[in-house]
């Protein structure tokens, strides 16, 4: 792909990521002053048959349609383009320079109380918009959250809803259908396992990620107990009893008792 141009305009630079669900490259836009650097992402429908692509097609409209509102707030990239070229779909982006916040969770010092509650209420703050647009991200995870290197605020990526062309297929009566859920084990809960996300699910993977941030843990390493499911993490770190019964409130194995609204959350938080 690299130095292909596609619709004349946007010049494949360099390969960023490759994940299940497709590709994702660095690009310039060579229509604008400066060439100025954009992300173009390719999904590509794993079921090759006509059926597939149209139900693809629609369903790739529908989610560009949505990426697109959900671009105009500061901190979610803009979609600048959509299309289908040569059986592939395409989204392009605006380009956000920084790290993911792997690099902050992960290869630092454990996180104190104080910076775990700032860190929650940024994603949340962001988050709040999304679920006011009626959208579920579905796929929050270290990886998907990037730190602007211009101002120091995270901005959400990598929205989980328009992965699901990756999974049509066609069942019988020669229907397409979704086959696989979109999400990350570990941030993922059961009810977003099983097809159904819901609102919740999204603030399930931001309470993974508190307790990641909190503990110094990765989200894999923790146990569940086996006759709650309810995932165990207290034992590896010392938490107030407040912050620790929000954590455990948005991590609750039964998505009917944990926080329904982001506002719950950031009420609680700020207590």
Same mark, same amino acid.
């Given at each position: 792909?690299?130095?292909?141009?596609?619709?004349?305009?946007?010049?494949?630079?360099?390969?960023?990521?490759?994940? *299940?669900?497709?590709?994702?490259?660095?690009? /310039?836009?060579?229509?604008?002053?400066?060439?100025?650097?954009?992300?173009?992402?390719?999904?590509?429908?794993?079921?090759?048959?006509?059926?597939?692509?149209?139900?693809?097609?629609?369903?790739?409209?529908?989610?560009?349609?949505?990426?697109?509102?959900?671009?105009?707030?500061? !901190?979610?990239? !803009?979609?600048?383009?959509?299309?289908?070229?040569?059986?592939?779909?395409?989204? /392009?982006?605006?380009?956000?320079? *920084?790290?993911?916040?792997?690099?902050?969770?992960?290869?630092?010092?454990?996180?104190?109380?104080?910076?775990?509650?700032?860190?929650?209420?940024?994603?949340?703050?962001?988050?709040?918009?999304?679920?006011?647009?009626?959208?579920?991200?579905?796929?929050?995870?270290?990886?998907?959250?990037?730190?602007?290197?211009?101002?120091?605020?995270?901005?959400?990526?990598?929205?989980?809803?328009?992965?699901?062309?990756?999974?049509?297929?066609?069942?019988?009566?020669?229907?397409?259908?979704?086959?696989?859920?979109?999400?990350?084990? *570990?941030?993922?809960?059961?009810? !977003?396992?099983?097809?159904?996300?819901?609102?919740?699910?999204?603030?399930?993977?931001?309470?993974?990620?508190?307790?990641?941030?909190?503990?110094?843990?990765?989200?894999?390493?923790?146990?569940?107990?086996?006759?709650?499911?309810?995932?165990?993490?207290?034992?590896?770190?010392?938490?107030?009893?407040?912050?620790?019964?929000?954590?455990?409130?948005?991590?609750?194995?039964?998505?009917?008792?944990?926080?329904?609204?982001?506002?719950?959350?950031?009420?609680?938080?700020? /207590?």
């Amino acid at each position: 792909m690299t130095n292909r141009i596609l619709r004349h305009r946007y010049q494949i630079i360099s390969e960023l990521g490759k994940g *299940g669900f497709g590709t994702t490259y660095l690009a /310039v836009d060579l229509d604008l002053p400066n060439h100025p650097q954009c992300v173009v992402k390719q999904l590509t429908p794993s079921d090759p048959r006509p059926q597939v692509f149209q139900e693809a097609k629609k369903l790739f409209d529908k989610e560009a349609k949505i990426l697109h509102r959900l671009g105009k707030h500061e !901190q979610i990239p !803009q979609l600048f383009a959509y299309f289908e070229e040569g059986g592939q779909f395409y989204l /392009v982006q605006e380009f956000i320079e *920084g790290n993911d916040l792997t690099k902050e969770i992960y290869y630092r010092s454990r996180f104190t109380e104080n910076q775990t509650v700032q860190l929650l209420t940024e994603i949340l703050s962001v988050l709040k918009y999304v679920h006011q647009q009626n959208v579920i991200h579905r796929d929050l995870k270290p990886q998907n959250i990037i730190r602007r290197k211009s101002d120091g605020k995270i901005v959400l990526i990598d929205f989980g809803a328009v992965k699901e062309i990756k999974g049509l297929t066609v069942i019988r009566g020669g229907q397409a259908s979704i086959t696989i859920a979109v999400g990350t084990p *570990g941030y993922m809960p059961m009810e !977003q396992a099983a097809g159904q996300p819901r609102f919740c699910s999204d603030i399930y993977a931001v309470g993974m990620m508190g307790i990641e941030a909190l503990t110094g843990v990765h989200v894999n390493q923790f146990p569940t107990d086996r006759s709650t499911g309810e995932i165990i993490w207290k034992n590896q770190v010392n938490v107030s009893d407040d912050l620790g019964r929000v954590l455990d409130k948005m991590v609750l194995y039964d998505w009917r008792k944990r926080y329904q609204s982001i506002d719950e959350v950031i009420a609680e938080l700020r /207590v």
